[in-house]
């Protein structure tokens, strides 16, 4: 196993050394452990540290009005303490910034137990509600660590209310980062210098919430036209919104999108929207792009700021802390604490992949490592990975559900549904007039196949695209669909089988659940989006090629000619991406 994980050998060697904990040696350490680093920390609070955000173009918005630089920040330290040098062990560190979304800045007694609040450009210093701080948990076990953390305020935005408060958002990143690059350059930080030279500023990571989730989309796209670029290699979204006049694109990095299925703020679950949108069939680079899709997680609990006392387990004095999800009713709850949990473990594996090159957390996102630090069976993994081939994205117009991406022939007789729709629940960036389901809350053609016995489905590879000799997965996107009051039920289980030009094909059909499962829709029902119940959400499927070409199977992956997909008992489900990738 060790061969496996060389790099990260070496990386839990440089912490064993520091920790002195050789038995540790042969264990892989989990993404979210604490590290060897002590942690250092200051506040950067400047009201006149940022001129005025701009787009001399004109096309992002108009100019805020911000100046308050105001933010958290974490670092791999020589000793614990504020303020204290940065540690030499390294000679730089990668960079993590995290940006809240939109949330009351002001409430009424600051600090003090009260907890009404509101929305102010000229809210006193001491009423200002830290909203970046919430991130805390994340940003001192990254630094413990190796990684340096910023977390920043969107303070002077967070009043707006206009449409382009989401592009605001993304250039207050990119000032942020031309602050930090300054610093290391420079050494003009105001804590006397001590982070001149520290900073790797070509290993960038971003993680969004909310309407931060929209804004680190849009920092990613904005910084390629940026006069001064930054090197932006991850991307993360927590519960984004989608609601830009903009629909920012995930075009520079690996993107991953946590969501929770108990959100009663962005109800309608619009962060789907934007994975469906990244990196599409043609785009000239792709990167990996993946979901944890969270059942029994809110909106607020993934920030400490936004958590209500009970749920914290301490008294929070800032106003705007609630249970989003509070007015649900659901049947499946995760605490905050397991949450928090999740974030820690997701965004901490995301981030060290991308910024320490520890590869092997990439299996955490295809759903095949289940780190011990989270509740896993709350968890339902999408995984779509840069190197992958469409055989059916679904997205020609006009739907044509007899023909698939390739041009090859797609038949499913017997099926009560076999069709072509738009899966959206609502704002579709497509052209209006098409077909569309709007149980599925996402913005993406698919299939939709209903069944009253077991049937099957039957794509066919033309001759050109018959060598998958390259590819290890075949993979789907499958989401159940249900009506009716919520209720709790099965998930799907689909047989999957290809089949070669020798008529040769897998001596069973591999059966998805066995390895991943495609859920039964989260009960849940109330709130404010009275039709965000039985949400369908996609759902990745992940099958080895090499299932297919066990036991002497003889199956050739250097010429499949078709794919076979097996229903059982009866039911409804949308599909999307089939494909074979890495
Ligand atoms: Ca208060
Ligand atoms: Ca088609
Ligand atoms: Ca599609």
């Avoid at 820690?344 to 289940?370: C, D, N, P, S």
């Avoid at 055989?391 to 099926?415: K, M, Y």
């Avoid at 579709?428 to 099957?456: C, E, I, M, N, V």
């Avoid at 199977?553 to 010429?559: A, E, F, I, R, T």
Wanted: net charge neutral; with cysteine.
């Amino acid at each position: 196993m060790v061969h496996q994980f060389g790099q990260v050998l070496a990386w839990t060697l440089a912490s064993l050394l520091l920790s002195g904990c050789a038995h540790r040696l042969w264990v892989f350490e989990g993404p979210s452990t604490l590290g060897p680093f002590p942690v250092g920390q200051v506040e950067l609070n400047e009201p006149n540290g940022i001129s005025g955000i701009t787009d001399p173009t004109g096309l992002t918005g108009p100019t805020q009005n911000v100046a308050l630089a105001w933010a958290r920040i974490m670092y791999p330290a020589a000793t614990v303490g504020t303020g204290t040098p940065v540690s030499a062990v390294r000679a730089r560190y990668p960079v993590a910034l995290f940006l809240h979304g939109r949330h009351f800045n002001c409430d009424n007694d600051g600090s003090g137990p009260g907890l009404v609040g509101g929305y102010s450009f000229n809210c006193p210093v001491a009423n200002r509600i830290p909203s970046h701080e919430g991130y805390n948990y994340m940003m001192e076990r990254l630094a413990s660590q190796g990684i340096f953390s910023i977390s920043i305020s969107a303070h002077d935005i967070q009043p707006g209310l206009g449409a382009w408060d989401y592009d605001a958002r993304g250039r207050l990143i990119l000032k942020f980062l031309d602050k930090l690059n300054d610093w290391t350059i420079n050494g003009t930080d105001p804590f006397g210098g001590i982070f001149k030279g520290k900073l790797n500023m070509s290993r960038i990571a971003l993680s969004g919430h909310s309407r931060g989730g929209e804004g680190v989309v849009a920092a990613q796209q904005l910084n390629k036209t940026s006069p001064t670029p930054h090197s932006i290699v991850a991307v993360n979204a927590i519960a984004p919104t989608d609601q830009n006049a903009v629909a920012y694109l995930m075009t520079e990095a690996p993107y991953f999108l946590l969501v929770g299925a108990r959100d009663g703020d962005v109800a309608n679950m619009q962060g789907f929207r934007t994975y469906d949108r990244a990196y599409p069939d043609g785009a000239a680079v792709r990167y990996p792009k993946s979901v944890a899709w969270v059942y029994g997680a809110n909106h607020n609990y993934f920030n400490t700021i936004w958590t209500d006392s009970a749920a914290l387990g301490t008294p929070n004095p800032w106003a705007g802390s609630t249970d989003d999800g509070g007015s649900l009713t659901v049947t499946q709850k995760l605490t905050a604490a397991e949450q928090r949990e999740v974030a820690l473990v997701t965004i901490m594996a995301f981030f060290r992949q991308h910024l320490q090159g520890i590869k092997a957390y990439r299996e955490i996102f295809t759903g095949r490592w289940k780190p011990a630090a989270m509740p896993n069976q709350f968890v339902f993994w999408t995984y779509q990975d840069s190197r992958r081939k469409a055989v059916d994205n679904l997205e020609r117009i006009p739907p044509n559900a007899t023909q698939n991406t390739l041009l090859g022939a797609v038949t499913a007789p017997g099926f009560t549904t076999f069709e072509e729709r738009l899966l959206n629940f609502d704002s579709s960036r497509y052209p209006p007039g098409l077909p569309t389901d709007f149980a599925f809350f996402h913005d993406t053609l698919g299939l939709k196949l209903a069944w009253a016995a077991p049937q099957t489905y039957t794509t066919n590879i033309p001759s050109p695209h018959r060598n998958v000799s390259q590819y290890r997965y075949l993979t789907i996107r499958a989401a159940k669909k249900v009506s009716g009051p919520p209720t709790a039920g099965p998930g799907v289980a689909l047989f999957i089988n290809i089949e070669d030009g020798a008529g040769r094909t897998g001596l069973v059909a591999a059966r998805s659940d066995e390895f991943d499962p495609i859920p039964h829709p989260y009960q849940r029902s109330g709130g404010w989006c009275g039709s965000c119940t039985n949400q369908a959400q996609l759902k990745g499927v992940r099958i080895p090629l090499r299932f297919f070409t066990k036991n002497n199977s003889g199956v050739s992956l250097k010429d499949i000619v078709k794919i076979t997909i097996r229903t059982e008992g009866s039911g409804e489900l949308g599909l999307d991406d089939i494909e074979f990738g890495r």
